[in-house]
Protein backbone atom coordinates (compact mmCIF):
# COMPACT_ATOMS: atom_id res chain seq x y z
CA UNK A 1 0.00 0.00 0.00
CA UNK A 2 1.62 3.42 -1.52
CA UNK A 3 -0.35 6.37 0.34
CA UNK A 4 -0.79 9.27 -1.98
CA UNK A 5 -0.24 12.34 -0.01
CA UNK A 6 -1.03 15.87 -1.03
CA UNK A 7 0.99 18.57 0.37
CA UNK A 8 0.23 22.31 0.93
CA UNK A 9 3.17 24.36 2.97
CA UNK A 10 1.28 27.79 2.25
CA UNK A 11 2.47 30.83 3.88
CA UNK A 12 4.87 31.98 6.40
CA UNK A 13 6.17 28.86 8.54
CA UNK A 14 3.84 26.90 6.91
CA UNK A 15 6.39 25.18 5.30
CA UNK A 16 8.76 24.74 7.51
CA UNK A 17 6.53 22.94 10.09
CA UNK A 18 5.33 20.69 7.09
CA UNK A 19 9.02 20.16 6.70
CA UNK A 20 9.29 18.65 10.39
CA UNK A 21 6.35 16.71 9.75
CA UNK A 22 7.56 15.34 7.00
CA UNK A 23 10.36 14.25 8.88
CA UNK A 24 8.84 12.42 11.25
CA UNK A 25 6.66 11.00 8.51
CA UNK A 26 9.53 9.12 7.08
CA UNK A 27 10.95 7.89 10.08
CA UNK A 28 7.60 6.48 11.19
CA UNK A 29 6.83 5.06 7.12
CA UNK A 30 10.49 3.18 7.39
CA UNK A 31 9.55 1.91 11.50
CA UNK A 32 6.47 0.49 10.46
CA UNK A 33 6.86 -0.27 6.94
CA UNK A 34 4.93 1.61 4.74
CA UNK A 35 5.24 3.30 1.89
CA UNK A 36 3.90 7.32 0.63
CA UNK A 37 4.53 9.53 -2.28
CA UNK A 38 4.08 12.95 -2.16
CA UNK A 39 3.45 15.88 -3.96
CA UNK A 40 3.39 19.82 -3.70
CA UNK A 41 0.87 22.17 -4.32
CA UNK A 42 1.90 25.96 -3.54
CA UNK A 43 -1.64 27.48 -2.50
CA UNK A 44 -0.80 30.57 -0.68
CA UNK A 45 -0.80 34.07 -0.39
CA UNK A 46 2.13 34.01 -2.19
CA UNK A 47 0.96 32.25 -5.65
CA UNK A 48 -2.40 34.74 -5.25
CA UNK A 49 -0.59 37.74 -4.80
CA UNK A 50 1.48 36.64 -8.09
CA UNK A 51 -0.39 35.19 -10.36
CA UNK A 52 -4.14 36.15 -8.48
CA UNK A 53 -4.23 32.35 -8.63
CA UNK A 54 -6.63 30.74 -5.70
CA UNK A 55 -7.45 26.89 -5.39
CA UNK A 56 -10.13 26.36 -8.46
CA UNK A 57 -12.43 23.49 -9.24
CA UNK A 58 -9.53 21.52 -11.36
CA UNK A 59 -7.50 22.32 -7.88
CA UNK A 60 -10.36 20.22 -6.02
CA UNK A 61 -10.57 17.61 -8.64
CA UNK A 62 -7.07 16.76 -8.66
CA UNK A 63 -6.84 16.91 -4.64
CA UNK A 64 -9.38 14.41 -4.52
CA UNK A 65 -6.85 11.56 -6.12
CA UNK A 66 -5.15 11.84 -3.37
CA UNK A 67 -6.05 9.44 0.14
CA UNK A 68 -5.11 12.78 2.29
CA UNK A 69 -3.76 16.39 2.76
CA UNK A 70 -1.05 17.51 4.91
CA UNK A 71 -1.26 21.24 5.14
CA UNK A 72 1.22 23.98 7.39
CA UNK A 73 -1.07 27.60 7.10
CA UNK A 74 -2.58 30.05 4.59
CA UNK A 75 -2.46 33.62 5.22
CA UNK A 76 -0.32 36.60 4.32
CA UNK A 77 -0.52 40.19 5.62
CA UNK A 78 0.06 41.85 2.07
CA UNK A 79 -3.69 39.71 1.49
CA UNK A 80 -7.09 41.47 2.66
CA UNK A 81 -8.23 39.45 5.32
CA UNK A 82 -11.39 36.77 3.72
CA UNK A 83 -9.80 36.50 0.73
CA UNK A 84 -7.55 33.27 1.08
CA UNK A 85 -9.68 32.05 4.10
CA UNK A 86 -12.64 31.69 1.82
CA UNK A 87 -10.65 30.76 -1.75
CA UNK A 88 -8.00 28.33 -0.36
CA UNK A 89 -8.35 26.83 3.59
CA UNK A 90 -12.75 27.65 2.97
CA UNK A 91 -12.92 26.09 -0.35
CA UNK A 92 -11.16 22.98 0.50
CA UNK A 93 -12.85 21.97 3.28
CA UNK A 94 -16.17 22.56 1.82
CA UNK A 95 -15.45 21.69 -1.69
CA UNK A 96 -14.17 18.00 -0.50
CA UNK A 97 -17.04 17.93 1.90
CA UNK A 98 -14.67 17.76 5.02
CA UNK A 99 -18.10 17.95 7.59
CA UNK A 100 -16.13 17.28 10.81
CA UNK A 101 -13.05 19.41 12.38
CA UNK A 102 -11.51 17.43 15.07
CA UNK A 103 -9.03 19.01 17.62
CA UNK A 104 -7.92 17.41 20.38
CA UNK A 105 -7.40 19.19 23.51
CA UNK A 106 -4.87 17.69 25.55
CA UNK A 107 -2.53 18.74 27.65
CA UNK A 108 0.89 16.38 27.95
CA UNK A 109 3.14 15.81 30.87
CA UNK A 110 5.56 18.66 31.45
CA UNK A 111 3.75 21.25 29.61
CA UNK A 112 2.63 24.80 30.75
CA UNK A 113 -0.80 25.14 31.09
CA UNK A 114 -2.12 28.91 32.09
CA UNK A 115 -4.68 26.89 34.41
CA UNK A 116 -3.78 27.03 37.54
CA UNK A 117 -3.66 23.24 39.50
CA UNK A 118 -4.74 21.54 36.44
CA UNK A 119 -2.75 19.11 34.81
CA UNK A 120 -2.77 16.12 32.00
CA UNK A 121 -5.56 14.52 34.33
CA UNK A 122 -7.95 17.31 33.93
CA UNK A 123 -7.02 18.54 30.54
CA UNK A 124 -7.62 15.64 28.13
CA UNK A 125 -11.24 15.68 25.57
CA UNK A 126 -11.62 16.13 21.66
CA UNK A 127 -13.79 18.63 20.19
CA UNK A 128 -16.03 17.90 17.02
CA UNK A 129 -16.48 21.15 15.08
CA UNK A 130 -19.22 21.03 12.51
CA UNK A 131 -17.32 22.10 9.63
CA UNK A 132 -19.45 22.78 6.85
CA UNK A 133 -22.51 24.59 7.43
CA UNK A 134 -23.43 27.37 10.28
CA UNK A 135 -22.41 30.91 9.88
CA UNK A 136 -19.89 29.83 7.91
CA UNK A 137 -22.11 28.82 4.82
CA UNK A 138 -22.01 32.43 3.49
CA UNK A 139 -25.32 33.11 3.62
CA UNK A 140 -26.97 36.45 4.07
CA UNK A 141 -27.10 40.07 2.38
CA UNK A 142 -26.68 43.56 2.80
CA UNK A 143 -29.45 45.77 2.99
CA UNK A 144 -29.35 49.64 1.91
CA UNK A 145 -25.30 49.14 2.14
CA UNK A 146 -23.25 52.22 2.94
CA UNK A 147 -26.69 54.61 3.94
CA UNK A 148 -27.58 54.80 7.99
CA UNK A 149 -30.28 52.36 7.11
CA UNK A 150 -27.80 49.76 6.61
CA UNK A 151 -28.72 45.93 7.23
CA UNK A 152 -26.03 43.16 7.39
CA UNK A 153 -27.74 39.67 7.56
CA UNK A 154 -25.44 36.52 8.10
CA UNK A 155 -27.60 33.57 8.63
CA UNK A 156 -26.64 30.37 10.11
CA UNK A 157 -27.83 27.48 8.13
CA UNK A 158 -28.55 23.95 9.46
CA UNK A 159 -29.46 21.27 7.99
CA UNK A 160 -31.47 17.66 9.47
CA UNK A 161 -29.00 15.65 7.34
CA UNK A 162 -25.60 17.94 8.01
CA UNK A 163 -26.39 17.82 11.42
CA UNK A 164 -27.13 14.23 12.07
CA UNK A 165 -24.16 12.96 10.48
CA UNK A 166 -21.42 15.15 12.63
CA UNK A 167 -23.49 14.06 15.84
CA UNK A 168 -23.55 10.64 14.80
CA UNK A 169 -19.87 10.88 13.83
CA UNK A 170 -19.26 12.65 17.79
CA UNK A 171 -21.27 9.77 19.22
CA UNK A 172 -19.22 7.14 17.23
CA UNK A 173 -15.87 8.90 17.79
CA UNK A 174 -17.02 8.77 21.62
CA UNK A 175 -17.49 5.18 21.74
CA UNK A 176 -14.12 4.46 20.34
CA UNK A 177 -11.91 6.63 22.32
CA UNK A 178 -13.76 4.47 25.19
CA UNK A 179 -13.00 6.88 28.50
CA UNK A 180 -15.94 8.53 29.79
CA UNK A 181 -18.25 7.99 27.11
CA UNK A 182 -19.72 11.74 27.38
CA UNK A 183 -21.14 13.44 24.29
CA UNK A 184 -21.29 17.04 25.65
CA UNK A 185 -23.53 19.07 22.91
CA UNK A 186 -22.37 22.94 23.32
CA UNK A 187 -25.15 25.36 21.96
CA UNK A 188 -26.77 28.18 22.71
CA UNK A 189 -30.47 26.79 23.56
CA UNK A 190 -31.83 29.25 25.15
CA UNK A 191 -31.28 31.88 22.37
CA UNK A 192 -30.64 30.94 19.05
CA UNK A 193 -33.79 28.71 19.31
CA UNK A 194 -33.84 27.69 15.57
CA UNK A 195 -30.52 25.84 15.14
CA UNK A 196 -30.17 24.43 18.68
CA UNK A 197 -33.47 23.40 18.78
CA UNK A 198 -32.26 21.13 15.86
CA UNK A 199 -29.45 20.02 17.09
CA UNK A 200 -30.92 19.47 20.81
CA UNK A 201 -33.72 17.15 19.20
CA UNK A 202 -31.42 15.33 16.95
CA UNK A 203 -28.75 14.67 19.62
CA UNK A 204 -31.37 13.05 22.06
CA UNK A 205 -33.43 11.28 19.02
CA UNK A 206 -29.73 9.57 17.54
CA UNK A 207 -28.14 8.98 20.86
CA UNK A 208 -31.18 7.70 22.52
CA UNK A 209 -31.80 5.33 19.14
CA UNK A 210 -28.46 4.39 18.40
CA UNK A 211 -25.84 5.16 21.68
CA UNK A 212 -27.49 4.08 24.37
CA UNK A 213 -24.25 3.58 26.01
CA UNK A 214 -22.80 7.28 25.50
CA UNK A 215 -24.29 9.51 28.61
CA UNK A 216 -25.71 12.84 26.84
CA UNK A 217 -25.09 16.47 28.48
CA UNK A 218 -25.76 19.83 27.82
CA UNK A 219 -23.24 22.66 28.01
CA UNK A 220 -24.15 26.39 26.53
CA UNK A 221 -21.24 27.81 24.62
CA UNK A 222 -20.54 30.76 27.13
CA UNK A 223 -20.70 28.40 30.14
CA UNK A 224 -18.67 26.31 28.50
CA UNK A 225 -15.77 28.73 28.06
CA UNK A 226 -16.25 29.13 31.61
CA UNK A 227 -15.78 25.43 32.31
CA UNK A 228 -12.68 25.04 30.13
CA UNK A 229 -11.09 27.53 32.65
CA UNK A 230 -12.54 26.17 35.79
CA UNK A 231 -13.15 22.42 35.47
CA UNK A 232 -11.75 20.71 32.32
CA UNK A 233 -11.94 17.36 33.54
CA UNK A 234 -15.51 17.83 33.09
CA UNK A 235 -15.11 17.02 29.54
CA UNK A 236 -14.83 13.83 27.69
CA UNK A 237 -15.91 14.57 23.57
CA UNK A 238 -17.90 17.95 22.32
CA UNK A 239 -19.67 18.02 18.95
CA UNK A 240 -20.72 22.08 18.05
CA UNK A 241 -21.80 23.81 15.34
CA UNK A 242 -19.42 25.42 13.15
CA UNK A 243 -18.51 28.74 14.74
CA UNK A 244 -18.57 27.86 18.55
CA UNK A 245 -16.24 25.10 17.36
CA UNK A 246 -13.66 27.47 16.08
CA UNK A 247 -13.77 29.81 19.10
CA UNK A 248 -13.69 27.29 21.71
CA UNK A 249 -10.70 25.44 20.01
CA UNK A 250 -9.10 28.59 20.35
CA UNK A 251 -9.79 28.36 24.13
CA UNK A 252 -8.77 24.88 23.91
CA UNK A 253 -5.63 25.02 22.40
CA UNK A 254 -4.34 27.88 25.27
CA UNK A 255 -4.94 25.54 27.55
CA UNK A 256 -3.40 22.45 26.37
CA UNK A 257 -0.27 24.46 25.66
CA UNK A 258 -0.77 26.91 22.99
CA UNK A 259 -1.09 27.32 19.19
CA UNK A 260 2.45 25.08 19.04
CA UNK A 261 1.01 22.09 19.76
CA UNK A 262 -2.49 22.36 18.84
CA UNK A 263 -3.82 19.95 15.96
CA UNK A 264 -6.16 19.67 14.03
CA UNK A 265 -8.26 17.71 11.13
CA UNK A 266 -10.47 18.24 8.15
CA UNK A 267 -12.39 14.94 8.04
CA UNK A 268 -14.15 13.24 5.01
CA UNK A 269 -14.96 9.87 6.60
CA UNK A 270 -15.78 9.18 3.20
CA UNK A 271 -13.55 10.81 1.61
CA UNK A 272 -10.72 13.11 1.42
CA UNK A 273 -9.62 14.31 4.84
CA UNK A 274 -6.52 17.22 5.27
CA UNK A 275 -4.37 17.74 8.15
CA UNK A 276 -3.21 20.62 9.64
CA UNK A 277 -2.05 22.66 12.61
CA UNK A 278 -4.72 25.47 14.34
CA UNK A 279 -1.56 27.96 14.66
CA UNK A 280 -1.82 30.19 11.77
CA UNK A 281 1.19 31.03 9.26
CA UNK A 282 3.54 33.40 11.95
CA UNK A 283 4.67 36.14 9.47
CA UNK A 284 6.72 37.40 12.07
CA UNK A 285 8.73 34.35 12.83
CA UNK A 286 9.24 33.36 9.16
CA UNK A 287 12.45 31.92 8.15
CA UNK A 288 14.01 32.34 11.41
CA UNK A 289 13.73 28.64 12.70
CA UNK A 290 11.97 29.26 15.98
CA UNK A 291 8.39 28.14 15.08
CA UNK A 292 7.23 25.39 17.36
CA UNK A 293 6.76 22.50 14.81
CA UNK A 294 4.92 19.79 17.28
CA UNK A 295 1.05 21.25 16.01
CA UNK A 296 2.33 20.29 12.62
CA UNK A 297 3.50 16.73 13.84
CA UNK A 298 0.61 16.54 15.82
CA UNK A 299 -1.32 16.74 12.45
CA UNK A 300 0.67 14.58 10.91
CA UNK A 301 -0.01 12.10 13.84
CA UNK A 302 -3.89 12.48 13.49
CA UNK A 303 -2.91 12.02 9.28
CA UNK A 304 -1.74 8.26 10.19
CA UNK A 305 -4.22 7.34 12.34
CA UNK A 306 -6.97 8.44 9.64
CA UNK A 307 -5.20 6.75 7.13
CA UNK A 308 -5.44 3.07 9.60
CA UNK A 309 -1.71 3.51 10.25
CA UNK A 310 -2.90 3.62 13.99
CA UNK A 311 0.71 2.22 15.83
CA UNK A 312 2.53 4.88 13.49
CA UNK A 313 0.63 7.34 14.91
CA UNK A 314 0.68 5.98 18.44
CA UNK A 315 4.35 6.34 18.35
CA UNK A 316 4.47 9.83 17.00
CA UNK A 317 2.46 10.42 19.94
CA UNK A 318 4.86 8.90 22.48
CA UNK A 319 7.87 10.79 20.74
CA UNK A 320 6.02 14.02 21.15
CA UNK A 321 5.57 13.46 24.79
CA UNK A 322 9.48 12.70 25.00
CA UNK A 323 10.65 15.68 22.85
CA UNK A 324 7.96 18.16 25.16
CA UNK A 325 9.13 17.14 28.13
CA UNK A 326 12.82 18.08 27.20
CA UNK A 327 11.69 21.90 25.94
CA UNK A 328 11.37 25.05 28.34
CA UNK A 329 7.84 26.11 26.68
CA UNK A 330 5.99 25.73 23.64
CA UNK A 331 6.76 29.28 22.67
CA UNK A 332 8.10 30.14 18.99
CA UNK A 333 11.96 31.13 20.21
CA UNK A 334 11.57 29.71 23.54
CA UNK A 335 11.67 26.27 23.01
CA UNK A 336 15.44 25.58 23.95
CA UNK A 337 15.89 24.22 20.48
CA UNK A 338 14.80 25.55 17.04
CA UNK A 339 11.94 24.46 14.80
CA UNK A 340 14.72 21.92 13.09
CA UNK A 341 16.01 19.95 16.06
CA UNK A 342 12.64 19.46 17.53
CA UNK A 343 11.65 17.78 14.86
CA UNK A 344 15.17 15.85 14.52
CA UNK A 345 14.59 15.08 18.54
CA UNK A 346 10.60 13.58 17.61
CA UNK A 347 12.21 11.50 14.80
CA UNK A 348 14.92 10.66 16.54
CA UNK A 349 12.27 9.46 19.25
CA UNK A 350 10.72 7.35 16.56
C1 LIG B 1 -9.57 27.74 11.96
C2 LIG B 1 -9.41 29.12 11.40
C3 LIG B 1 -10.30 29.26 10.18
C4 LIG B 1 -11.73 29.05 10.64
C5 LIG B 1 -10.17 30.59 9.43
C6 LIG B 1 -8.74 30.86 9.05
C7 LIG B 1 -11.08 30.66 8.25
O1 LIG B 1 -9.69 30.09 12.35
O2 LIG B 1 -9.21 26.77 11.27
O3 LIG B 1 -10.04 27.61 13.09
O4 LIG B 1 -12.39 30.01 11.06
O5 LIG B 1 -12.19 27.90 10.56
MN1 LIG C 1 -10.13 29.28 14.30
Same mark, same amino acid.
Given at each position: ???????????????????????????????????????? !????????????????????????????????????????????????????????????????????????????????????????????????????? !????????????????????????????????????????????????????????????? !????????????????????????????????????????????????????????????????????????????????????????????????????????????????????????????????????????????????????
Amino acid at each position: MTYKIAVIGGDGTGPEVVAEGLKVLKAAAKKHKFDYQLEE !FDFSGKRYLKTGELVSDKDIEKLKQFDVIYLGAVGTPEVKPGILEHGVLLKIRFALDQYINLRPVKLYPNVWTPIKDKGPAEIDFVVVRENSEGLYKGMGE !FQNKGTKDEVAIQVSYNTRKGVERCLRYAFEYCRKRNKRKQLTLVGKTNVLTYAFDLWERT !FHEVGGNDYPDIKREYSHVDATCMWFVKNPEWFDVIVTDNMFGDIITDLGAMIQGGMGIAAGGNINPEGVSMFEPIGGSAPKYTGKNVINPLAAIGALQMLLDELGEEKAAADIENAIITTVAKMPSMAAGKMGMSTTEVGDVVAANI
